[in-house]
């Protein structure tokens, strides 16, 4: 069996396997061929590709001879079209937010896995890629947070006088949500934090947060474990009460999401209005619409002299432990259907093969997403 490795788009600095992932593979008599430069912004040079065993080529020649392809972000449909038939393409494709794209997959008979679609099981946490990379974009969001804080996060009593800790919000206590929980306490700040789902108080009060309830909110507990929308009435009373406390906080990170769509505006502009100047939100929530009225995904703004970073790929600001991560989490699920002798043995009957996949025989397979092609009335190709 191939794998070939691909480069990333120009704006991604991880890659999906680095070469110490790539000595595993060998170990399987799998052949690994790697698109020249794919590793060089995480650190896994040519040369170390090459030292773990794996061919360095050009992109079309990796494309064109691959069995199973690996790439985090897409390839277009006229690569699709140079594939060997029946390739294998694994990646974090976010089917959710591009269906028109999954639908035009269909058409070239290959069969497509998006790690994000995995089901959130213990058996899936090996290899559940939003989570190793929502840990990591939480504890940038504090670090960066504290950099460009015009003001210090722990509190010190000093000769020249004493300085108040940091006041943090944190909206949304996921994976995302409680790493930066346990970053900002580390740094010594004062952190309060909301969340829709009342189960997380205990993990958010044990990190050393303090836990905001709103009550009413919608059930959650049959979601998987993500958000779910709100009614109006609950997010009037849940915007009160974040007022409350956003107008005093130095810092807000956002991270409330509720997978396939828009994320919820949690820091409306009469908030933004209230808040002290020189604070600032990370919104990890961006790239979905952001948590904010103002939030622009991939920019900086400054409004009533508040800064809103609005960037949801925090973690490829860390590409070596990223591509670490992503890379071990993609050796899990490859061993879902991989032999210890590189032997390919695809069962569908395996809850995360099956939950994981998105397109297979020219059909979309994945609940989730044909769900959303019947809403958005674009079912011909199911
Ligand atoms: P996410 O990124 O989808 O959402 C982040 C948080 O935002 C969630 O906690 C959600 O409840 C919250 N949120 C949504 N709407 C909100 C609102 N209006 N106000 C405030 N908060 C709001 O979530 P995630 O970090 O990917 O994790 C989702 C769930 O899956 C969590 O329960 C997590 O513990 C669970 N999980 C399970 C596994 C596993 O077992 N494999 C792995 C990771 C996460």
């Known amino acids: 069996m191939i794998i070939g490795i691909l480069k990333e788009p120009f704006f991604e600095t991880r890659v999906s396997l680095l070469p110490e992932h790539v000595v595993l593979l060998k170990k399987q008599n799998i052949q690994v061929k790697v698109q020249s430069g794919s590793g060089t912004n995480a650190f896994g040079s040519d040369e170390n590709y090459l030292s773990a065993g794996a061919e360095i080529l050009k992109r079309e020649d990796v494309l064109t001879t691959s069995d199973v392809i690996l790439s985090m972000h897409p390839i277009s449909d006229e690569e699709m079209k140079m594939l060997k038939a029946r390739t294998l393409l694994i990646g974090t494709y976010n089917p959710l937010s591009q269906i028109k794209s999954v639908k035009n997959w269909t058409q070239f008979g290959h069969t497509v896995f998006s790690l994000d679609m995995l089901p959130r099981t213990t058996r899936a946490q090996s290899m559940d890629v939003l989570s190793s990379q929502a840990n990591i974009a939480g504890y940038r969001a504090v670090i960066m947070a504290a950099a460009q804080l015009p003001k210090y996060f722990p509190m010190f009593m000093t000769a020249a006088g004493s300085i108040a800790p940091a006041k943090i919000l944190i909206l949304g206590a996921g994976v995302a949500g409680l790493q930066a929980i346990a970053t900002a306490r580390r740094l010594g700040a004062v952190v309060e934090v909301f969340d829709t789902r009342p189960s997380v108080k205990e993990e958010v009060m044990s990190l050393g947060g303090k836990f905001v309830e709103v009550e009413g909110a919608a059930d959650a507990s049959l979601a998987g474990g993500y958000g779910v929308v709100q009614t109006e009435d609950y997010l009037k009373k849940q915007q009160q009460r974040i007022a409350e406390v956003a107008v005093k906080a130095d810092v807000i990170i956002c991270t409330a999401q509720i997978p396939g769509k828009r994320a919820p505006v949690l820091i409306t502009e009469e908030i933004l209005n209230k808040m002290k ?65 590189g032997e390919l043995n695809l069962n569908f009957d395996d809850d995360l093969v099956k939950g994981a996949c998105v397109v297979h025989e020219a059909e979309v397979v994945n609940e989730r997403v044909k769900e959303m092609l019947i809403s958005d009335n674009l079912t011909d190709s199911i």
């Open 277 to 341: 100047a020189g604070s600032l939100i990370i919104d990890l929530a961006a790239s979905t619409g952001g948590n904010t009225a103002k939030t622009v995904d991939k920019e900086t703004i400054v409004y009533n002299q508040v800064s809103i970073i609005g960037d949801s790929n925090l973690s490829a600001g860390m590409p070596a432990d990223a591509s670490k991560l992503y890379g071990k989490n993609m050796l899990n699920f490859l061993a879902l259907f991989i032999s210890k002798e």
